[in-house]
């Protein structure tokens, strides 16, 4: 995981663009660079993971472009192959690649060729244009803003790199790019090439496949790989096909767990047993969670109730792997949830319902359960990898029938757990494992402490006066004006970088009373929880 900033203007001194830079040291530790000719200034901190010598470190630079980009290309051994004749590469990174593809194909081309997780900004000398993009889910994070003083456009790995620099801040929408003039998109969940004609038992061997792949893909590493493991089905799955995939090495897996009944460490415990990994669990406690809240949502930058609340037993997991141990690549299973049904996702009333809020999930995801993972992982300077975002594995379990996707079968998740019910690639009390929200699976205790510690912190009428306080989005619980408070204090004004509060679709029958995003509370957790 890397940082970084592009502002396409000298209207600032180098000290300035410094300490605006250093906001995002932790992302990229190793080594930093400011390069600042041409009338554009960039700024980069490294976290060494592909060609860990100083010919990998960025901005990368020739006599027609300038390149800053966080992020891993999957697919650079084959575009490199196919740019070789026209360009001499002077490193072994993955993303030097994106300057000869850019000036053989151009920035629309390009960035349709890219399968990756990667935010990155290139500005073209000749033509004197800046563009940037960013991956289809936003795996990895990029702002942009316009100067104070000149207006100028300026790109930066958070928001709070931009703050002391820009007038309005904005996040950069996923599957878009700058084209030196506008936002384009490039690819959005809806929007894939067709639907599938495939039936439940062909669409079960192609995720298969397209899994496994993906995840071998995220094994290339000159630096050393860890996965975090719940015990949950997605996590599960990728630790399986990564111990699979290199028989040869022992893999490294980290749980975390409340001191207080917390319902995952077993399961992680058994997965960990039953691949034969080199497991770690660490253990928190009510003072570990109060007493790192408001450092998670400075690093998160968002008010919401659920992101922050899974945020913090994954961070403080990171803090302790950074801590104890020389890994710097983690992977992890976010993004199954939107593709193939949350609990909240059995009341869907049709298919084409399931599907609308599988694409409506796909897109926010960058504001949610992908900010969590990169905020998380990457202030602890550790590089977070996410198989089940692959770009391929994404558009076709998107094109898939969503009849199939439905539960149907009394048992979520039914198309994915069959994908790997043959081949023993996990205990099947595991694989047919309900789920647990992570928030929750780390001990239920957690989120009573949090709800507890709000009430103690704010009087019925705080609550009743939110709405003069924030017309937009409107705390409706003391926990959510705790955390909308923290983060004003941090980030005043900056509400909108975050649409609404992550919550099941109430609109659907049995779901318009919910008013807490805690599958907990829905009528079907039945045995997730235990």
Same mark, same amino acid.
């Given at each position: 995981?890397?940082?970084?900033?592009? %502002?396409?203007?000298?209207?600032?001194?180098?000290?300035?663009?410094?300490?605006?830079?250093?906001?995002?040291? #932790?992302?990229?530790?190793?080594?930093?660079?400011?390069?600042?000719?041409?009338?554009?200034?960039?700024?980069?901190?490294?976290? &060494?993971? !592909?060609?860990?010598?100083?010919?990998?470190?960025?901005?990368?630079?020739?006599?027609?472009? /300038?390149?800053?980009?966080?992020?891993?290309?999957?697919?650079?051994?084959?575009?490199?192959?196919?740019?070789?004749?026209?360009?001499?590469? /002077?490193?072994?990174?993955?993303?030097?690649?994106?300057? *000869?593809?850019?000036?053989?194909?151009?920035?629309?081309?390009?960035?349709? !060729?890219?399968?990756?997780?990667?935010?990155?900004?290139?500005?073209?000398?000749?033509?004197?244009? %800046?563009?940037?993009?960013?991956?289809?889910?936003?795996?990895?994070?990029?702002?942009?803003?316009?100067?104070?003083?000149?207006?100028?456009?300026?790109?930066?790995?958070?928001?709070?790199?931009?703050?002391?620099?820009?007038?309005?801040?904005? *996040?950069?929408?996923?599957?878009?790019?700058?084209?030196?003039?506008?936002?384009?998109?490039?690819?959005?969940?809806?929007?894939?090439?067709?639907?599938?004609?495939?039936?439940?038992?062909?669409?079960?061997?192609?995720?298969? #496949?397209?899994?496994?792949?993906?995840?071998?893909?995220?094994?290339?590493?000159?630096?050393?790989?860890?996965?975090?493991?719940?015990?949950?089905?997605?996590?599960?799955?990728?630790?399986?096909?990564?111990?699979?995939?290199?028989?040869?090495?022992?893999?490294?897996?980290?749980? %975390?767990?409340?001191?207080?009944?917390? %319902?995952?460490?077993?399961?992680?415990?058994?997965?960990?047993?039953?691949? =034969?990994?080199?497991?770690?669990?660490?253990?928190?406690?009510?003072? #570990?969670?109060?007493?790192?809240?408001?450092?998670?949502?400075? /690093?998160?930058?968002?008010?919401?109730?659920?992101?922050?609340?899974?945020?913090?037993?994954?961070?403080?997991?990171?803090?302790?792997?950074?801590? /104890?141990?020389?890994?710097?690549?983690?992977?992890?299973?976010?993004?199954?949830?939107?593709?193939?049904?949350?609990?909240?996702?059995?009341?869907?009333?049709?298919?084409?319902?399931?599907?609308?809020?599988?694409?409506?999930?796909?897109?926010?995801?960058?504001?949610?359960?992908?900010?969590? &993972?990169?905020?998380?992982?990457?202030?602890?300077?550790?590089?977070?990898?996410?198989?089940?975002?692959?770009?391929?594995?994404?558009?076709?379990? !998107?094109?898939?029938?969503?009849?199939?996707?439905?539960?149907?079968?009394?048992?979520?998740?039914?198309?994915?757990?069959?994908?790997?019910?043959?081949?023993?690639?996990?205990?099947?009390?595991?694989?047919?494992?309900?789920?647990?929200?992570?928030?929750?699976?780390?001990?239920?205790?957690?989120?009573?402490?949090?709800?507890?510690?709000?009430?103690?912190?704010?009087?019925?009428?705080?609550? &009743?006066?939110?709405?003069?306080?924030?017309?937009?989005?409107?705390?409706?619980?003391?926990?959510?004006?705790?955390?909308?408070?923290?983060?004003?204090?941090?980030? *005043?004004?900056?509400?909108?970088?975050?649409?609404?509060?992550? !919550?099941?679709?109430?609109?659907?029958?049995?779901?318009?009373?919910?008013?807490?995003?805690?599958?907990?509370?829905?009528?079907?957790?039945?045995?997730? =929880?235990?």
């Amino acid at each position: 995981m890397c940082g970084f900033l592009a %502002i396409d203007s000298n209207e600032f001194d180098l000290k300035t663009f410094d300490e605006a830079l250093a906001k995002c040291q #932790d992302r990229g530790p190793d080594m930093t660079r400011v390069f600042d000719e041409r009338g554009v200034t960039f700024g980069f901190n490294r976290l &060494a993971i !592909m060609d860990l010598t100083d010919s990998g470190m960025q901005p990368f630079e020739t006599l027609d472009c /300038t390149l800053v980009c966080n992020g891993e290309i999957y697919n650079y051994p084959e575009l490199k192959k196919n740019l070789e004749t026209d360009y001499e590469f /002077t490193s072994s990174s993955d993303c030097e690649v994106l300057i *000869p593809l850019y000036r053989k194909y151009g920035i629309e081309t390009m960035v349709k !060729m890219l399968d990756g997780e990667f935010s990155f900004v290139l500005y073209d000398h000749l033509s004197k244009t %800046i563009y940037a993009a960013r991956d289809i889910i936003g795996i990895r994070p990029m702002f942009y803003g316009f100067t104070k003083k000149d207006g100028k456009i300026a790109f930066a790995s958070t928001g709070k790199n931009l703050l002391d620099l820009c007038r309005e801040i904005h *996040p950069f929408l996923p599957g878009h790019y700058y084209d030196g003039e506008k936002i384009v998109a490039y690819h959005e969940p809806d929007l894939t090439p067709k639907m599938s004609t495939d039936d439940f038992e062909t669409a079960t061997h192609k995720i298969h #496949d397209l899994l496994v792949e993906s995840v071998d893909q995220r094994l290339a590493s000159d630096a050393p790989v860890g996965y975090l493991l719940s015990g949950g089905l997605d996590s599960s799955l990728v630790c399986s096909i990564a111990a699979r995939l290199q028989p040869d090495t022992k893999i490294r897996t980290f749980a %975390i767990g409340m001191d207080q009944n917390p %319902i995952d460490l077993k399961y992680a415990r058994e997965v960990a047993d039953y691949l =034969g990994t080199d497991h770690t669990e660490f253990i928190m406690t009510r003072e #570990d969670v109060l007493g790192v809240l408001r450092e998670v949502i400075y /690093t998160l930058e968002t008010w919401d109730i659920t992101t922050i609340r899974a945020s913090i037993g994954m961070y403080i997991l990171c803090k302790k792997i950074h801590e /104890t141990t020389d890994l710097k690549v983690i992977l992890t299973g976010e993004c199954s949830d939107e593709l193939f049904g949350y609990k909240y996702t059995d009341f869907a009333p049709s298919p084409e319902e399931f599907q609308k809020e599988a694409a409506k999930r796909l897109r926010e995801l960058y504001m949610y359960d992908v900010l969590r &993972a990169d905020r998380c992982i990457s202030a602890n300077s550790l590089e977070g990898r996410v198989p089940f975002a692959d770009r391929e594995f994404v558009d076709y379990v !998107m094109s898939v029938d969503p009849d199939l996707k439905m539960n149907h079968y009394h048992k979520g998740k039914y198309l994915l757990r069959k994908a790997f019910e043959e081949g023993d690639w996990l205990p099947r009390d595991i694989l047919m494992r309900e789920k647990a929200a992570f928030s929750d699976a780390v001990g239920h205790s957690m989120v009573d402490d949090l709800k507890e510690y709000a009430e103690s912190k704010y009087s019925d009428e705080d609550l &009743a006066k939110a709405g003069e306080k924030y017309p937009y989005r409107t705390p409706f619980t003391k926990e959510s004006l705790l955390y909308r408070d923290i983060f004003e204090e941090f980030y *005043p004004g900056k509400a909108d970088w975050i649409k609404d509060y992550w !919550m099941p679709n109430r609109s659907w029958k049995s779901l318009g009373s919910v008013t807490d995003p805690s599958a907990r509370v829905l009528s079907n957790y039945g045995a997730s =929880g235990e």
